[in-house]
């Protein structure tokens, strides 16, 4: 995924925080959040070049040399961070 801060993307499917299942009462950015629907549009908050994973279990953190990418979401108002496969830039000339 090579977007940079500005871009407006389209979520491919639907991204929850915390990548479980989807949550009605949940409240904005806790487990079971949904930030976007497939096809809800965002921008391109931030683009850090490296990104930091922590195992759920173990607590220990691995460093992966690719950028994350956090997008916020217009229709929840709400910013996560995105996987690869999750948003596609929009070509607003189409």
């Known amino acids: 995924m090579n977007l940079e801060e500005g871009t407006r993307v389209r979520a491919t499917k639907r991204i929850v925080e915390s990548d479980v299942e989807p949550d009605p009462e949940a409240e904005p950015c806790y487990p079971g959040w949904v930030h976007a629907e497939e096809g809800d549009e965002g921008e391109v908050a931030f683009v850090d070049p490296v990104t930091f994973v ?12 690719k950028p994350s990418i956090t997008v916020r979401f217009d ?15 929009i070509d607003h000339r189409e």
Do not use: H, P
Request: proline content about 0%; cysteine-free.
């Open 54 to 65: 922590r195992d759920g279990e173990t607590g220990e953190v691995d460093r992966l040399d």
């Open 75 to 89: 229709q929840s108002g709400t910013a996560t961070l995105v996987l690869d496969g999750e948003v596609e830039a």
